[in-house]
């Protein structure tokens, strides 16, 4: 395969990343609204629901490495799944209680979401290995960039569907999906080719070093922004006082993580992988440590931090899973097992973002919908910009300390 060939994962992961956005952001509050639910029942749901997608990846990671022949149609069915998920989340009333209903559908959602972004990063690393020298680097170039398109086309939707009278904007954007999701089924179908390896118990892959302090690094390294999507909405309607401007606010920040990639890209051939993530760390930090300072109006230099943060995850997003796929390929790991334990990674720290930051947030007095005291806003202030903040400096004194190129 060549590099002509990766317009299709750029499609792939971006639809993904579409599917990705209003399921951390918009789902919690589209239910809070929606039905009343308390923050506080939402987060035990979240955590529940998140909890059993995180333990269940090195499972689907399995199945995806036993697949061999069968990737396409079970990628079909997986795209499908999570089609009529995304449609019975936003756009299907809800049948049975609220609650239940809430945790059915992003269950199957979730699922399906794990499942195919394993399938997905396994065969990015057959189709890398096959491209030679820098074939990893190359194609997280292209798949992460389609990424952030997806979620910056993900950004704006709602408000755009809003901006034309549509009163129930998530509702469209499910069936919207739900076609993206197909087309990108198609558009990859041919491109599965599986990787041939044997099957690697799980406890046996982790006694490699370097997997497990990857592992670490990518759990440090997501809980600041698990913390802060979930979060999002609630700082840019309250604190900021601007419901309108979070798609426009979204939309600069994925935009500036995509238009960022390929500068990240350039600077890791002059500095390495590591280096270059230290600077996107310490960028983040930055921005998160200013957003402590903004309040009620500040939307322009809000919308500044956005591009700042943006732009340092367009280095995450770049080269932790290329470090992690390079790893994989050095210790010859079976890569649908190696990506479910990247993506537990991910998702222990949403589950512990679940958790924690919405029951802290309904503890600081804060009501969705209604006007908030000083000390709700501020212990939203907190939670939202100050423990990321806190949280990317343990990342980045981590992986400062860490010797990422150890083969042991």
Known sequence: MTATRFPQFSLFAGM??????????HAPKFFADKYGL????????LLAVRALDFIQDPALGWVADKLRGWQAPAAVIAALTMAIGMVALFAVPAVIAPIWWFVLCLAVLFTAYSFLSILFYAQGVATATRNGTGGHVTLAAW????????????????TLLQGFGI????SYFAFIFAALAMLAAAAMYFDW??????????????????????????VLNAAPVAVSSTLF????????????????????????AAASVPVWAKLSERIGMKQTLLWGMALSIAAF??????????????????VLSGAALGADMTFLPALFARRIEVINMPPGLGFGLWNFCAKLSLALAAATVLPALDGFGFETGQQNTDQALWGLTLLYAGLPCLLKIGAFAFLARTDLGDPT
């Open 16 to 25: 993904l990343a579409f599917a990705g956005l209003p399921l951390y952001i």
């Open 38 to 45: 308390s923050l506080s029942l939402l987060g035990g749901a």
């Open 143 to 158: 798949r992460e960039g389609g990424a952030l398109l997806g979620i910056c086309l993900a950004a704006v939707l709602p």
């Open 167 to 170: 009163s129930e904007p998530l």
């Open 193 to 218: 080719t599986g990787v041939e390896s044997e099957p690697t118990p799980v406890f046996d892959a982790l006694r490699d070093r370097g997997i497990r302090r990857l592992m670490v690094l990518g």
């Open 233 to 256: 909405l609630f700082f840019v309607g309250d604190r900021l006082g601007s419901d309108e401007a979070a798609g426009p606010l979204l939309l600069f920040f994925f935009l500036a």
């Open 289 to 306: 440590g200013w957003a402590v300072l903004i309040g009620e109006g500040d939307i322009f230099v809000f919308a500044i931090i956005c």
